[in-house]
């Protein structure tokens, strides 16, 4: 039998956001240059973070104010402990956060000199959080003005937190890694949000050769709004509201490790939404945590506060 961490929280407690996604022990190396087929390369000490997009967004968020809840699973071991104190420490509610069923996911991430990163997941415990966890856990997605949710956990519970959702909550996705997307998945979020990778998966061989086209393909498959992010060059948003794309630019700054990045934007981005901005306002205040989280080494190390980003 798996048992909370902490004590639920009480039904009338309200969250800015609730993450329901992974949780992971991130292991990192540094390295000259990515090795080719069959090859061997040196690297740096190995370092360990506590990382998984989910748990990663929950931080980020946190971190910036929001009042933040996470839903996920972990291990009963060394690393899920890392990942449930990093989250208190943040001032993350972990009640939703559930220990056993597998080893605590880990991810392998290598980093070159540029700040790019590649990386390997093994899901682990991430991989065993169920729809009926999040049954389980109607009092806490009630209580969330928005809920986001990426692809490091099963598909089908992903499906069932977007049928789980309140009338008036807003659920942001990240595809990623990218899979096939259910219409009812698909038709939940607002927004979708992809990087260039993401955006061609799911349009395949429909993809134009813009961020602008693939908004317009994106936003024909269903979501009420879309989110490219585009690194350096900040973002294009799309609302099938609005009037058609924007382009959001992000500040220029000197990267150093872009790991976590793309989650530090979507939890900003998701948090400033609940507050009822607009897409292209929250986007530009997502581009700037972004920008911020890549000028420091590591993932949730590397988020910065609302201070930091007011002064970047």
């Known amino acids: ?76 071991d060394a690393h899920g402990l890392l990942l449930r104190d990093s989250q208190r420490e943040a001032g993350v509610d972990t009640g939703g956060v559930l220990v056993g069923g597998a080893p605590t996911g880990v991810a392998l991430i290598t980093v070159d000199p540029s700040g790019d990163n590649s990386i390997v997941v093994s899901p682990g415990a991430n991989a065993r959080l169920t729809p009926e966890d999040i049954q389980g856990a109607g009092a806490l997605i009630a209580a969330a003005r928005v809920v986001s949710v990426q692809l490091e956990i099963p598909l089908d519970t992903v499906a069932a937190t977007a049928r789980a959702l309140r009338p008036g909550t807003r659920l942001v996705l990240n595809p990623s890694p990218p899979a096939p997307l259910p219409d009812e998945v698909l038709a939940a979020c607002d927004p979708l949000v992809v990087n260039e990778h993401e955006a061609r998966f799911i349009l395949g061989a429909s993809a134009g050769g813009t961020p602008e086209a693939w908004a317009q393909g994106l936003t024909a498959l269903g979501p009420r709004s879309v989110v490219i992010t585009l690194g350096a060059e900040g973002a294009l948003v799309a609302d099938t509201r609005g009037d058609g794309a924007v382009h959001v630019p992000s500040p220029r700054v000197d990267a150093v490790d872009t790991t976590g990045a793309g ?15 607009g897409l292209a306002e929250a986007a530009a205040f997502a581009v700037r945590v972004g920008a911020a989280a890549v000028t420091k080494e590591g993932a949730q190390a590397s988020f910065p506060t609302a201070e930091e980003v007011a002064a970047l």
């Open 263 to 277: 989650d530090a934007f979507t939890a900003a981005l998701a948090w400033r939404l609940g507050l009822g901005e």
């Open 1 to 76: 039998m798996y048992e909370h961490e902490d004590p639920a929280p009480a039904a009338p407690s309200r969250y800015d956001l609730l993450v329901v996604g992974s949780a992971n022990a991130d292991l990192v190396v540094g390295v000259d240059r990515r090795p080719g087929p069959g090859e061997t390369v040196l690297g740096s000490d190995l370092v360990v973070h506590p990382g998984g997009k989910g748990a990663n967004q929950a931080v980020a968020a946190a971190r910036l104010g929001a009042r933040t809840a996470l839903l996920a699973r972990v291990g009963d």
